[in-house]
């Protein structure tokens, strides 16, 4: 496969998701085998790009900044196929809300790379790709990585500010790395809320004999 399909794949696995229709991924109430399963693909885009954006920067001042990529790479997709399973097979309704979320990151993040390649000479459509995928990782924990982001952010200006050798470059670091942080625990977070709302459904009868 060509690097423009590979770049593509997670889209086409995503997007069957979102297009399917309403029953597809859930048998009843809160979810189902299915909708574990698409939770789980969600979580591993989701996951594996997170991690991948927030060591980019961090792994490339590394000794072994390919294998430092892909150590992150498969620990955020691990987290996020756990997470995404769990929150597919106990909440349903905030599966949907990460598809319909990841949806938005996805056109905000195609729009912004296509706006870049008509404006950089040497951005091309693999990377409109890319950063589509950043936005579909974005989108599906909105919450928590715009917090991470943004505390990363703080964060890496105040080390800039007050220790120059820094840089810009570790700003940066420290954003994208906050960013992929929060974005984890989102996941990490809704899994076990999901898990708590399907415990608090369960109807508990005690008798107590006399």
């Given amino acids: 496969m060509n690097p423009l399909g590979r770049a593509l794949l997670p889209f086409l696995v995503v997007g069957g998701l979102m297009l399917a229709p309403p029953g597809a991924l859930s048998q009843s109430g809160n ?4 909708a574990a399963i698409g939770g789980a693909a969600l979580g591993a885009v989701s996951g594996s790009m997170l991690a991948l954006s927030g060591g980019l920067v961090a792994c490339n001042r590394t000794l072994y900044p390919s294998r430092c990529s892909r150590i992150t790479t498969v620990t955020g997709a691990v987290v996020g196929v756990a997470a995404g399973a769990f929150i ?5 309704s905030g599966l949907d809300d990460r598809l319909e979320n990841a ?44 917090i991470g982001l943004a505390v ?11 220790h120059p050798s820094v840089g810009p470059g570790g700003a940066v670091a420290w954003g994208l790395a906050g960013m992929a942080v929060g974005g984890l625990a989102d996941w990490v977070v809704g899994a076990l809320q999901g898990a708590g709302s399907d415990i608090n459904g369960i109807p508990m009868q005690f008798s107590i004999p006399w």
């Fill in 88 to 92: 597919g097979w106990n909440d349903r």
């Fill in 152 to 162: 990363g952010a703080v964060t890496g200006l105040l080390l800039w500010q007050f």
């Fill in 31 to 34: 979810g189902s085998t299915g």
């Fill in 103 to 146: 949806a938005w990151g996805t056109l905000v993040g195609a729009a912004g790379g296509v706006v870049m390649k008509y404006g950089l000479q040497h951005y091309g459509w693999p990377d409109v790709a890319a950063t589509s995928a950043v936005g579909l990782a974005f989108g599906a924990s909105v919450e928590g990585a715009s």
